[in-house]
Structures are given as C-alpha cells and as structure tokens.
C-alpha cells in the first residue's frame, strides 16, 4: 500500500492504472474512461488513466486505440509493476494467472479490483487475509448481480441492520431462457440456441443453466451477509435444463412464475444456501425482473425487503461497476474486503437441504394403469404430506426420454408447507412401487 498511499496524496499526479484482460469488460472500461475521462477528474480533483495493459493478443481489433498504453505479455509482471498504482484483474478463472496477478498485486500493497466470480469463491477469503495484511483494498463489485451495487450496499450501505435472509436472480441467461418460455411459449432447447445466438449464453452454457454461476455469487453473498467463511462448496445446486412448458404453463395457471433463484438465509442448524428453480408468486416484486436483468433482494431486522434490481452482465455494466470500485479506492475508502476482518469469519455450518421447509410442486410421469394415482396419494400422506391439489391436463403431457407418451399420463401434485426430507421420502417410496416413468420433477414454492 506503501506506492500508492504515497501517490495518492500527491494529487498534482494521474492515478496509474493497469488492465489484464481487454475482453468485452475491459474493453468498456477503458472506453468509459476515455470518454467520461474530464467528468472523473472533476470529481476525484485528478485523473484516471490506463497506464498498462495485459491480453493474449495485442493485434485483435477491440474497437479501442491502446497503441499508447504500455503493454505486458504476462500479467503478472503488470501487477508487480512499479508503473501502476491500481490493478484490474479481469481474465477470469478461478486459478492460473488471474489467481497468480492478483497476489503479486496484493503482495505488493497495490490494491486490487476484480471482477472474477469464480477465483473468489475459491480463494476469497485468503485474498481478503492477504489484502489487509499488506494494507491494500481489494474490490469486487462487478463479480455479483453485473451493474448492482449490492456489494457496496452491504459493506457500506446498511448500517447496524442484521440480514436474515438474501435471495435473487443472479444469472442474466437463465433468467432470459426462462423469461422467453414463460412469455412465448417455446421451448428450453430452443431458448437457448437463441440466447446463444444474441451471446447472452457460451457455447458452452453448463456454468449458466446448471446453476454454478449463481452459486458462486451466493457464496459471496453469503459471506457478506453473515459474517461466514466462503463455501461454495456448501451451495445445494439445481439448474433449469429440466423445466419444460408443462411445468410453465402449471404455474402460470396457479398465479406463479418460475425462476432461478440463489438464496441463503441463517437458520438453527446452520447457513442454508440453495440455488434452483423456484415457483415466485406472479405478483411478487422478484417475478417482475425479467430478460437478462437480475435482482437481489436484502431482508433485514430493520426494513421487510430491499430489492435492487438492473442490468446482471454486459460490458458496459460491468465496466460501471468495476470503475465503482476504482473511484471508491481513488478516494480513500477503507472497508474490510468481506465487510468484517478476515480473521473474524466464523467457519460456515451447512444447513441440510432436507429440513428445508416449503410448499412443493411435483410433476410425475404415473403409468397409466388402475390404482397408480391412489398409490401415489397414498404414500404422500404416509409422510405427513398433504396435498392442496393434484393436477391432471392431457394437454400439458411431458414424457421422459424413452418414454412412450401412450404408457403415462402426466400429473402435477401441489403440496401445502412440508419439510423437503418428507417429500423425498414420499417420492422413494412412489418410485419403489413402480407405478411412476423417468425420473420426477421437484420444484420449490417460495411465496414471497
């Protein structure tokens, strides 16, 4: 901290910043600052300039001039650089260089901001130890909700108020997919090949539609919320692959909505985090964020619910968020990087998933056979289930892979509040007695 404590009081010098990575953030963020450059040193009283970058090619066409910019093959050598007071880490990966810049970085006493999700559910709290040991901030906040200042909101924002649960939608191509079935009435399938088209989904869309982008961003959430040590680890994960119009059109016909939702929240046996699709109340202020926005809602001691909602990815909001931090940093903010010392980070206790306790939409594929819907019935109030209703449209079948639509007969079971261990059970039991094809569809109810 020792090189830019002693810049940052010689206000007559620019604040030197470096760059790894000139992807689609990046690229924004240098623009940003080109464009916005008098307005920010009208604010800060100096300049902001980008004094050095880093990228795999120096030759690609960004639509942004860097030939005047100082360039680095390797980004660790930017971060250990005497030339920069502020380094911006926007690579990715959860390892590798990105881990390996961000150290030399730290280790220096150059503060830090990143964007990378991934790097700090895995090593965020060692980060944040290094960071304070070496007196330099680190900031994050484009790694959670894109444009949202919920990071700043909970470090900063909140005062004495105690969070008692934090929820929302964090991944802008799921919430896009699911947005379109529900609006248009296609397909999963189809949704995505066209949200990978518009390049709201990768090639390769695992990470997004099985919900291992919103775990991480939960985890941080997590962290901040209640004072626990990351665990990514910990997260009860569910994606959206497996919801079809059938489970669409249900709920829209019951007054719901389906999203996926990250959610955590403090409970007796430990922190519960769980990221799955989830049935929201249609008039509910979450199910009104649609398309690639995302929401984050804040439950407190202090105020019933604090929703901020925008913009969960894209360059120009991400870049937004990461000059955020940059001018926080500019200006002389001092704040723990996980809201309290590292060292005061309680070890997180996980909450089983199966004392969760909620309503439940169940889809079931029953053969159709005398006594199937009676069995099933049975076995539910074997495990202290009761059913608010059971559901029956030949119009909405929806057969499992291999499955002949002729042999089955789709059937959706509502239940009333029950605890997720009695569900399972009930559902072990239904597939043992053979009177159920493919595999069963469990969605949660929240009524917010």
């Not at 079935?181 to 090639?203: H, R, T, W």
């Not at 990514?232 to 994606?239: N, R």
């Not at 053969?367 to 059971?390: F, H, Q, W, Y």
């Amino acid at each position: 901290m020792k090189e830019f404590a002693a810049n940052a009081q010689d206000t007559s010098r620019p604040i030197r910043i470096g760059i790894a990575g000139l992807g689609t953030v990046g690229a924004a963020l240098i623009r940003i600052l080109e464009e916005d450059g008098a307005a920010i040193a009208k604010k800060l009283g100096r300049p902001l300039i980008v004094s050095a970058v880093s990228a795999r090619s120096r030759s690609r066409d960004r639509g942004i001039d860097i030939s005047n910019i100082d360039w680095y093959d390797d980004p660790v050598a930017l971060a250990k650089s005497e030339d920069i007071d502020l380094f911006v880490e926007l690579i990715g990966g959860e390892d590798g260089p990105a881990y390996a810049a961000i150290t030399a970085a730290l280790e220096r006493g150059c503060p830090v901001v990143t964007a990378n999700k991934a790097l700090l559910a895995r090593h965020g709290v060692a980060l944040a130890h290094m960071a304070e040991k070496h007196e330099a901030q680190l900031g994050f906040e484009a790694a959670v909700a894109g444009g949202i200042p919920v990071i700043k909101t909970l470090r900063e924002g909140l005062g004495s108020a105690a969070i008692t649960r934090v929820y929302g939608i964090m991944n802008g191509t799921c919430n896009y997919i699911l947005t379109r079935m529900g609006n248009e009435g296609i397909d999963f399938e189809s949704c995505l090949k066209d949200a990978q088209e518009l390049g709201y989904a990768e090639a390769d869309p695992t990470f997004d539609i099985e919900g291992f982008d919103t775990a991480h961003k939960l985890a941080i959430l997590t962290t901040l919320c209640f004072e626990t040590e990351i665990a990514a680890d910990q997260v009860f994960v569910e994606g959206i692959s497996r919801i079809t119009q059938a489970d669409i059109k249900v709920a829209a016909d019951l007054g719901y909505k389906i999203k996926l939702l990250g959610m955590a929240r403090q409970t007796p046996d430990g922190i519960e985090q769980r990221v799955h699709p989830t049935l929201v109340p249609a008039k509910s202020s979450i199910a009104g964020v649609d398309g690639v926005l995302n929401a984050i809602a804040l439950e407190t001691n202090h105020v019933q619910e604090l929703l901020l909602a925008g913009p969960g990815a894209g360059g120009q909001a991400t870049a937004a968020s990461v000059l955020s931090d940059i001018l926080d940093i500019a200006r002389g903010t001092r704040v723990p990087p996980l809201g309290v010392p590292s060292a005061e980070l309680a070890k997180c206790e996980r909450a089983p998933m199966r004392v969760h306790e909620g309503g439940y939409y169940i889809r079931l594929n029953a053969k159709d056979v005398p006594g199937a819907l009676a069995a099933i019935a049975t076995r539910m109030g074997e495990s202290n289930i009761s059913l608010e209703s059971v559901i029956q449209r030949p119009d909405l079948h929806a057969t499992e892979p291999g499955v002949e639509p002729e042999s089955s007969r789709t059937v959706v079971l509502i239940t009333h509040e029950t605890i997720e261990s009695a569900v399972r059970d009930a559902l072990a039991r239904i597939d043992k007695d053979g009177f159920i094809v493919g595999q069963p569809q469990l969605i949660r109810i929240e009524e917010f």
